[in-house]
């Protein structure tokens, strides 16, 4: 038989055990806790570093978007005004047999002119990129400083028709002023660390001042013994202010970082206008631009 102090002392030694239970729980708790943080902390491959997610904005982000600026440029205006002044002598001499027959109209009296100018305006354009090709369109304007002009020395010559003899002197001059030039780019260009180096395509539109005249004189001499000498002059003068011409237009160049959002241009446009008055105007043009990123 079991006394009452036995039952008591089993009591007090359960109760001691149970006690000591509830105080090592929380310190098992908290060192599985640290275990499971460790675990979470250590790399998925033993000696390697841990992993960190790594974001790139990509290499072709710092072309990419709207970007706008301004240049200056020098260049070469060609124009053929060979054929210039044709269409002026034969109005003027239509209904003569000097044109009908001699046709004074096909005589070359001008050439081709070559003149230098300037050049300044601004640009706007948008980029996007693939890796590291760059593709994108852009306006450029440019104010123009170009005034080339043909004029000849007067061109005389005897030219016999079947009803009188002419000794007729020609002359010409004609002009061209060029005002200004829009293009409308397609761009590609390659990255190459902060340079652009880029080709272009474009279709053009120019305004410009056109002058061109012509003058005819001598004598009309008849076939009578003597002859019957009759003087006779033609002048004719046209002009077209703010004609607009169009065209297209092929370059190269390269835009160079020199700040994360600024860059440095240089360029080179050849530029072929469509006839007017059978003027042919081409031009070749250097630019220097600086311009900003947004």
């Known amino acids: 038989m079991i006394s009452g102090a036995a039952i008591i002392a089993e009591s007090e030694n359960r109760m001691r055990r149970l006690l000591i239970s509830f105080l090592l729980v929380p310190g098992i708790c908290a060192a599985i806790s640290s275990a499971t943080a460790a675990d979470y902390e250590t790399p998925t491959l033993r000696g390697s570093d841990s992993f960190v997610p790594a974001f790139s904005t990509g290499c072709c982000s710092r072309w990419a978007g709207i970007y706008a600026g301004g240049q200056i440029g020098t260049g070469v205006m060609s124009v053929d005004f060979s054929h210039a002044s044709q269409s002026v002598i034969a109005n003027m001499l239509r209904v003569t047999s000097l044109e009908a027959e001699a046709q004074v109209s096909t005589w070359q009296v001008l050439g081709k002119s070559d003149t230098h100018g300037r050049t300044w305006g601004g640009f706007v354009g948008y ?46 001059a004609a002009g061209i002023n060029l005002t200004d030039v829009a293009t409308l780019r397609g761009r590609a260009g390659w990255e190459v660390g902060n340079f652009l180096p880029y080709a272009m395509i474009s279709v053009a539109a120019a305004r410009a001042d056109l002058t061109r005249s012509a003058s005819a004189f001598g004598t009309q001499s008849s076939f009578d013994v003597p002859p019957i000498v009759t003087p006779f ?49 081409t031009m070749f043009t250097a630019r220097a631009g600086l311009g900003y990123r947004f």
Request: glycine share 8%; charged share 15%.
């Open 127 to 172: 980029n996007t990129g693939w890796e590291s090709l760059i593709l994108g369109f852009e306006i450029n304007y440019s104010r123009m400083d170009f005034h080339p002009s043909a004029t000849t020395s007067p061109l005389r010559r005897l030219a016999p028709t079947s009803a009188f003899n002419y000794d007729v002197t020609v002359t010409g």
């Open 233 to 281: 002059s033609f002048t004719q003068t046209e002009r077209k202010d703010g004609a607009f011409l169009f065209g297209w237009a092929l370059g190269a160049g390269v835009d160079v970082l020199v700040m994360p959002n600024v860059f440095l241009r240089a360029e080179f446009e050849y530029l072929a206008l469509s006839p007017v008055w059978t003027l042919t105007p």
